[in-house]
Structure formats: C-alpha cells, structure tokens
C-alpha cells in the first residue's frame, strides 16, 4: 500500500495490514491502531501523533525507519 504523505486523522486501523506500507511523509494524527501490523512498513519522515492502541500494534518494533518516525 502506497499511503506516502497521507493525510489520516482520527482514522480506524485497528487490525489493519500495513506490512510493507509506504508511509513516508503521512500524518497519523490519533488513529486507532489496535492489532495493526507494520511489518516492514515504512516510517520515515512519518508523524506520528496521539495514537491510540499503538500498544497493541503488532510488529511496529521490525517498521523500516523507525528512527526517523516524527512522534509528537
């Protein structure tokens, strides 16, 4: 899935399949994300905001450029 420079507030990934995802650029502004999976999803330059669930997302720890992740 290409979701480079999104726009997704206040959207519902719960159990979402995001392995391999180009997410570059996107802002997730308080998405839901119980159970989503990011399995080599790509964060860079990402912005994260106020998720909710990202406790019980699934593999966000193996994301490609999660030290790039924007987390506000």
């Known amino acids: 899935v290409d979701l480079e420079f999104a726009s997704l ?3 519902d ?3 979402a399949s995001l392995r ?20 080599g999803a790509d964060l860079a330059s990402t912005r994260l905001i106020e998720p909710i669930g ?5 593999n ?5 450029n999660i030290e790039r992740l924007l987390r506000e």
């Open 9 to 11: 507030p206040n959207a």
């Open 13 to 15: 990934l719960t159990n």
């Open 20 to 39: 391999g995802a180009a997410l570059g650029g996107a802002t997730l502004a308080r998405v839901t994300l119980n159970g989503a999976d990011f399995n």
């Open 54 to 58: 990202l406790d019980a997302a699934k």
């Open 60 to 64: 966000f720890d193996k994301a490609q």
